[in-house]
C-alpha cells in the first residue's frame, strides 16, 4: 500500500517501521548480474550471492549468461519461498557462435526458432546471442526471437562491428561497453533513433583498466563487515588485499572514459543500465552506480540506471523499477540521501523484496515474520582462515594425514 498517511487505510495491528529521516527509493535492478549459477548440479539452501545482493538492495538480477538447469530452478525456489534471493531472469546458457564443446550452430531460421523454443520452455524470456559470427545469423534470433515475444541481449565480443550492426538491426540492449574510447555524433544519433538499450558493465570495461580495480585501489574491502559477512572471505582477500595500484589517469582513460560516452547517450534518451558483472555480489552494484556519476551523470541519472532505466530496457516497468500504486512492493530504506552523496546508497537499512522485510545488516526477516538468517556454511566450521582452511580436521587431511590420505 502507497500514498500519504492522511489517506492510507493501515490495517489494526500491522507492525510499524518507522523510517523517520530515512530516504526511501525503488530496489536496485543488476541488469546483468552473473549470480554464482553456473555450479555442479547442486542447489544450496542458502546461496550466498542472492543475500549478498539483497544485503546491498538488489531486489533484482537479469543474469545474461547462465547455466539453464541452475538459475532457473532456483529462480522458481526463489519465487516458491523455499530459497530467499532477489527476483532472478535469466536468458540460461547463451546462444554462443564460436567454435567450443557448446557452439549453438543458427544457419537458417529454423536453428534459431528452435534454439529459442527451447530456453523459452526453461523460463527464459530473454536470450543472449555472443559471438555468432555473420550478421544474418544474428538477424535469424532477433526474428526468432519475435515471433516468440523475447527479447535479446547480445555482446558484441568487443568487436565495434558487430555492436553497430546490433544496434541497426533492433537488439534489445547491447551488453558490455563499446570497444572504442570516444563516441561521435553518427554514432550517437544511430544509437538514439534504435532504441536499443545500453548496458556498459563499467566494472569490467574493454579497451582499458576495468572499473573494479578503482575500488579496490581506493578502499579497503577486505574491512567491510557488511560485504564479509555474506561473502566467503577467501574470495574478498584474494581480490581486494592483493591489489593493483595504478595511477590516476588509467582509471580516467578506462572506466571513467567509457562512463563518459555513456552519459552521452543518457543525454539524447538511450537507456543506460547498471550491470555489475557478477565481479563482487551485492556491492558491486552500487559500485556501477557510482561509476556512472563519476562518468559526469547527476546522481539522480545514476540512480535511474539502478531502478527505472533496466525494468524499462527489459519490460518490467509495469511491476518494479519506481515506488508507484499497484508495483510489486520492492524497495530499500537509507539512512542517508544518495541525492546529497551518491555513495549514501550503501546506506541501507532495510531491504523489502515482495513485501517481505529484512534488516540488511543481519539479513533477518523482521516484518510481518521473525526469522533469523540461518549460518551459512564458513560460519559453522572452526578456525576459518583467511585462504579457506576451514577446519583442524580438514587442514590434517590437506597436508597429509596418518591415515594415508593426500
Partial sequence: MMGPSCTASVPAGAKVIDANGKTIMPGLIDAHAHGNHFRSGITPQKHWPYYANLAYGVTTMHDPS???????AQSELVKTGQMVGPRVFSTGTILYGADGDFKAVI???DDARSALRRTKAFGA???KSYNQPRRDQRQMVIQAARELGMEVVPEGGSFFFHNISMILDGHTT???????????KDVIELWKQSGTAYTPTLIVSYGGISGEFYWYQHTNVWENERLLRFTPRNIIDTRSRHRIMLPEEEYKNGHIKVSEQAKKLNDVGVKVNMGAHGQI???GAHWETWMMQQGGMTNHEALRTATLNPAQSLGFDNWIGS?????????????????????NTESIRYTMINGRLYDAETMNEIGNYNKPRPKFHWETLKNWETFGWQSTEMQEHAVGCSCGHN
Fill in 66 to 72: 547462465a547455466n539453464s538447469e541452475m538459475v532457473f
Fill in 107 to 109: 544457419n537458417d531460421i
Fill in 125 to 127: 524470456f530473454s536470450v
Fill in 174 to 184: 547491447i551488453e558490455h561497453n563499446m570497444p572504442v574510447s570516444f563516441l561521435h
Fill in 281 to 283: 555480489q551485492g556491492i
Fill in 323 to 343: 515506488l508507484v500504486v499497484g508495483k510489486l512492493a520492492d524497495l530499500i530504506v537509507m539512512d542517508k540521501n544518495p541525492l546529497e552523496n551518491i555513495r
